[in-house]
């Protein structure tokens, strides 16, 4: 894991470039927010080793710890083991039976949610972070959210921001369309069956006043992000 770095007052990343998928290096992102209470939130978490625990110890207690899709979820149970007393936060689908056979793909059963996420916070961070499940799309059921505080948007599948120089699994990206562009790559585009849902979820999430946008694959975008979402999903 690299050094967190602070992007705003109460947030941090934490990139862990080594991430793999089992072919291609692919890297990944979780994101800190230290709530208003002094604990923290904790967005897609990575793999849980030594220094990420003493870095997350000197911000806060971990409060909650969230799977915030059906894809990013390998090692919540790290943070929950390592933190008795977080509660863990996962999307719909993520646990437990599911009607449609497609859906049921990589459900889980051996996590045991405090909650399932919806279009509500939770009161543990109402009113300083709103969250949206984007519709369309439920084999990924994404949960985004907004840090008010901040004017970021967390994102975690639905938003890849890859540079085209990028070192790491140059096939891998350039296969799906995601090296140098921003925005949802094929493969997340083939996801998103439902294009009418899928567009009263890009407008709600338009709504929120964001800036920054915060990517769990690629380089967070610092400013302009809002523009370059409805841009992105202008397409549907």
Same mark, same amino acid.
């Given at each position: 894991m690299s050094e967190p770095k602070n992007l705003a007052p109460d947030l941090w990343i934490f990139d862990q470039p080594e991430f793999s998928t089992g072919f291609a290096k692919i890297g990944t992102r979780m994101t800190a927010i230290k709530l208003a209470g002094g604990g923290l939130f904790l967005h897609s978490p990575i793999k849980l080793d030594d220094e990420t625990r003493r870095a997350l110890d000197t911000l806060g207690e971990v409060a909650a710890v969230l799977a915030p899709s059906r894809a990013h979820h390998l090692f919540v149970t790290d943070y929950t083991n390592a933190w008795p007393n977080a509660k863990l936060y996962g999307p719909p689908g993520l646990v437990g039976e599911i009607a449609d056979f497609r859906a049921r793909l990589g459900a889980r059963r051996d996590l045991k949610l405090d909650a399932v996420l919806g279009d509500e916070p939770q009161p543990e961070w109402a009113g300083e972070i709103d969250q949206h499940v984007f519709k369309g799309a439920p084999q990924l059921n994404e949960v985004v959210f907004f840090h008010r505080a901040s004017r970021s948007a967390i994102f975690t599948d639905l938003v890849f921001n890859v540079p085209a120089n990028f070192k790491e699994a140059r096939i891998f990206y350039t296969v799906v369309g995601a090296r140098g562009r921003f925005?949802?790559?094929?493969? @997340?585009?083939?996801?998103? /069956?439902?294009?009418?849902?899928? /567009?009263?979820?890009?407008?709600?999430?338009?709504?929120?006043?964001?800036?920054?946008?915060? @990517?769990?694959?690629?380089? @967070?975008l610092e400013s302009g992000g809002k523009a370059k979402f409805a841009e992105a999903f202008a397409y549907l």
């Open positions: 925005g949802p790559h094929r493969l @997340v585009r083939q996801t998103i /069956r439902d294009h009418k849902a899928a /567009r009263e979820s890009v407008a709600k999430i338009l709504e929120w006043d964001f800036d920054r946008v915060i @990517v769990t694959h690629g380089d @967070v």
